[in-house]
C-alpha cells in the first residue's frame, strides 16, 4: 500500500480525526490523488464546523509544493493497485463525511488527548498515527514494512501561513528552502522515479559509486529488503576538548531512494513521530548545535549511502572537512563505512550538554552485525570449558538476564569463574569497584588484584587444575 | 533486561503446580499481562505455624532496574501478623528483600520462597512488630503462636496501642 502523507494532507486528516474512515483516506492520499481539489478537506483549527475551506483542497491538487512530489507521483504510479479501495472507499467517505458535526466534539477531546496541536505547523503524521489510535481500521499494523513509505516534513513550518508558503514555491526553490526538506523512506519496491526525485548530487571530485552486481545489493540489504545505517556516538575521550554529544546508538533502516532527516529533536519531532517505529524515524538530536533542519542522509539504488548540509548553521563534517561553508547547501558526499561525521560546533565550550556537536561514526548496511566463526563459537565453548574446570558446572545462561550467553556477545568472567553478559553486570561490577561480590555465589572477588602472584601459588593454582582437566577431558570423551 | 520478567514469567507457569516444593504457592503471577512490573502472589502459611490454613496475598513490585535492584514486596496492609512484618502497612524486614544483600542471580519465585521461609521462623532481632518479637525473645512460642492466631482468626488490633520500629 502507498501511504501519502503530504502536509496538506495531514493537515486535513487532523481536522477529522473523529471520523476514522476519513483519516484512513487522507492518509493514504486517495483524495488528493483521485478526486482534486473538488473534495475540500476542512482546515486544522476549525473542527467544530463543517464550512468548507476551498483553498486547503486547492493547495493539495495544485499548489503542490513540489516537495510533496516524490510520494504525489508514489501514489500515481502505483495508483492501479488501489483503485478498487479507492472506489470503495469513496462511497464510505461520503457516507461518513455528515459524520463531522456530530464528531466536531469529538475531535477536539481526541485531539487534546493526543496532545497534538491543532495548528497548521504540525505537519508530521503517519499512517501509524491513525492506524493505531483507530483500532477500527483494518491497518495491518504488525506487517511494518508493507506501510511504508513514510513522509514526514519536519522543521520551521511556523506560523498558520506554513502550508501556504510552501505552495508558492517553485520546485527548486522548495528544495533550496532548508526548512522543507522532507523525510522519507521507502519500502523495498520504490515507485519508478524515486531515483530522480532523491534529486542526488554528486561533489565534482567525487568518485562515482561502482555500478555493483545485484548479489551484493542484497547482501547489503537486510530481510525486509532495506538498507540500514548506524550512527555511534564518537566520545574521544583523549582530546583535549569536549567529547561531544552522548546519545544511545541510532539503528535507521530505509528502502533504496530513502531519504532521512538529520535534525534536532524538538517536541514537534517528538509528536510527529512517536506512531512511527523508531527506526524509520529522522535521525534527531538533543542539541542546540544541530540546526532543525541540519542535513539528511541519503541512499541510492545500490545502497550506496550518502549525506548532504542542507544550510545549516553551524556545519557538518565528514571526516573533519567541512562539507559545505555557512548556510551554504552542499551536495551529496558519498559517505563510507567507519567514517565520522560531526554535526555543528561546540557552543559556548561545549560545556553544557545541549550545547555539544554530535561526533558519531557511521556504519553501513548491517556491517555492524557481527557473524559468528568458527572461531567466536570455539573461543565461547573454551570459556565455558575454564568455567566447567574451576566451578564444576556448566553455567548456560547469564543469572541476570536469563539469556544464553552466545558467540559474540561481551562477557565479563569473575574471579570466582562465574559470567554473565557484560552489558547485565556491568552496573554492578561499576557501582563497587574495584570490589566485586558474586551475584551468584557471593564470593568477594579484588578486581585490582594484582595479576602477576608469586611463584608458589601459581603452581598451586596449576596442580589443581591439572587435576580437574583431567576429569572433564574424561567427561567430554564420554559425552 | 525487559525481558527479564517476561522470562520469569513463563518459567514460573511452567514450575508451578508442579514443583511440589512450591505447592503452598497457590499463584504467582503479573496483575495484568499489561504490566509486568506488578506482581501479587498468593500463598498459604508453612504447616506447623499458626499461619498454617490461612492464605496471604503478596504485592509484589519490580521496578525499572530490576533485576539488579530488589523488587519490593509486601502482605496486604493489616493481614499479616508476624514480628518481622509491619501490621498496618505490610512491610516486610527481610535481609534479601534489601538492596545491600540482593542479588540478581534471585528471582520472584526466591523472594516469595523466602519470605515463606521467614514466616516459620520469625526473627526478633530485627523486629517491626515489637509485641510479637518480645515473646518470641522470651521464649514463650505458645503465646507467640495463639497470638496471631486470635489475630488472623478476626480479633481486632488497634492502632494507637500498636509500637512499631520504623
Known amino acids: 500500500m502507498v501511504v501519502n502523507i503530504s502536509p496538506r494532507n495531514s493537515l486535513s486528516s487532523r481536522s477529522r480525526r473523529g471520523s476514522t474512515i476519513n483519516n484512513l483516506l487522507n492518509s493514504m492520499g486517495i483524495r488528493q490523488g483521485s478526486n482534486g481539489p473538488g473534495m475540500a478537506p476542512i482546515p486544522a483549527g476549525s473542527s467544530g464546523t463543517t464550512e468548507p475551506l476551498n483553498n486547503n483542497g486547492d493547495m493539495a491538487a495544485t499548489g503542490p509544493s513540489r516537495a510533496t512530489e516524490p510520494f504525489n507521483s508514489a501514489t500515481f504510479a502505483r495508483s492501479n493497485e488501489g483503485r478498487e479501495d479507492m472506489a470503495e472507499s469513496n462511497a464510505i467517505e461520503e457516507l461518513s463525511s455528515d459524520d463531522d458535526e456530530v464528531n466536531g466534539d469529538r475531535d477536539r477531546v481526541l485531539r487534546d488527548e493526543n496532545g497534538a496541536p491543532t495548528a497548521a505547523n504540525m505537519l508530521g503524521t503517519t499512517p501509524f498515527d491513525q492506524g493505531i489510535q483507530n483500532s477500527s481500521v483494518p491497518l495491518s499494523v504488525n506487517n511494518l514494512v508493507s506501510e511504508l513509505p513514510i513522509t ?63 548479489e551484493v545489493i542484497q547482501s547489503r540489504k537486510d530481510k525486509s529488503g532495506l538498507f540500514s545505517l548506524r550512527l555511534t556516538p564518537f566520545l574521544d575521550q583523549s582530546a583535549s576538548t569536549n567529547p561531544g554529544l552522548y546519545f544511545e546508538p541510532i539503528v535507521r533502516t530505509a528502502g533504496p531512494c530513502s531519504q532521512l532527516v538529520i535534525g534536532r529533536y524538538t517536541e514537534r519531532v517528538r509528536e510527529s513521530i512517536n ?79 545541549i550545547y555539544r556537536s554530535v561526533k558519531m561514526r557511521v556504519e553501513l548496511n548491517r556491517s555492524w552485525k557481527r557473524r559468528a566463526m568458527r572461531f567466536n563459537r570455539e573461543a565461547l565453548q573454551r570459556l565455558k570449558n575454564l568455567q566447567k574446570m574451576t566451578s564444576g558446572l556448566e553455567e548456560e545462561d547469564c543469572s541476570i538476564c536469563l539469556s544464553k550467553i552466545k558467540p559474540c556477545q561481551a562477557i565479563f568472567i569473575s574471579p570466582c569463574s562465574h559470567s554473565w553478559h557484560y552489558q547485565c553486570v556491568r552496573r554492578l561490577v561499576m557501582t563497587t569497584y574495584p570490589q566485586f561480590v558474586c551475584p551468584n555465589c557471593r564470593s568477594s572477588c579484588d578486581l585490582e588484584a594484582s595479576l602477576d602472584s608469586d611463584m608458589d601459588s601459581d603452581e598451586n593454582d596449576f596442580e589443581v587444575l591439572a587435576d580437574d582437566v583431567k576429569d572433564i577431558d574424561m567427561a567430554q570423551e564420554s559425552e | 533486561m525487559s525481558q527479564r520478567l517476561a522470562k520469569e514469567y513463563r518459567a514460573l507457569s511452567k514450575t508451578l503446580g508442579r514443583d511440589p516444593e512450591y505447592a503452598y504457592i497457590i499463584s504467582l503471577a503479573p496483575v495484568s499481562e499489561e504490566n509486568l512490573r506488578k506482581w501479587e502472589s498468593l500463598i498459604t502459611g ?85 509485641d510479637l518479637a518480645c515473646l518470641v525473645r522470651a521464649g514463650d512460642r505458645s503465646a507467640h503462636n495463639s497470638l496471631i492466631a486470635y489475630y488472623l482468626n478476626g480479633g481486632s488490633r488497634g492502632h494507637c496501642g500498636h509500637v512499631s520500629e520504623r
Open chain 2, 46 to 130: 508453612p504447616p506447623d505455624t499458626p499461619y498454617f490454613g490461612h492464605e496471604f496475598t503478596l504485592q509484589i513490585e519490580a521496578s525499572e532496574a530490576y533485576p539488579l535492584e530488589p523488587p519490593k514486596v509486601q502482605f496486604q496492609a493489616r493481614c499479616m501478623p508476624h514480628c518481622n512484618v509491619d501490621f498496618d502497612s505490610g512491610r516486610i524486614c527481610l535481609s534479601v528483600l534489601d538492596a545491600a544483600h540482593w542479588t540478581p542471580a534471585w528471582d520472584l519465585l526466591h523472594v516469595v520462597h523466602a519470605i515463606w521461609l521467614l514466616l516459620a521462623s520469625p526473627e526478633p532481632d530485627s523486629p517491626l512488630d515489637v
Open chain 1, 275 to 353: 506512531r512511527i517505529p523508531e527506526h524509520f524515524h529522522p535521525v534527531v538530536f538533543k542539541s542546540k548545535v544541530v540546526s532543525r533542519t541540519h542535513g539528511c542522509f541519503k541512499v541510492d539504488q545500490q545502497g550506496n549511502w550518502y549525506i548532504r548540509d542542507v544550510r545549516s548553521s553551524s556545519g557538518t563534517f565528514l571526516n573533519h572537512h567541512r562539507l559545505a561553508p555557512a548556510s551554504t547547501m552542499s551536495k551529496d558526499t558519498p559517505i563510507q563505512d567507519g567514517d565520522v561525521i560531526q554535526l555543528g560546533l561546540d557552543f559556548r565550550g561545549g560545556t553544557e550538554e
Open chain 1, 152 to 214: 514526514l516534513t519536519l522543521g520551521q513550518n511556523d506560523g498558520p501561513g506554513g502550508a501556504g508558503q510552501v505552495s508558492t514555491l517553485t520546485p527548486n526553490e522548495s528544495q533550496m528552502v532548508p526548512k522543507h526538506v522532507r523525510h522519507f523512506v521507502y519500502g523495498n519496491n520504490q515507485p519508478e522515479p524515486a531515483l530522480d526525485l532523491l534529486g542526488l548530487e554528486l561533489p565534482r571530485n567525487a568518485a562515482i559509486p561502482e555500478p555493483v552486481s545485484e
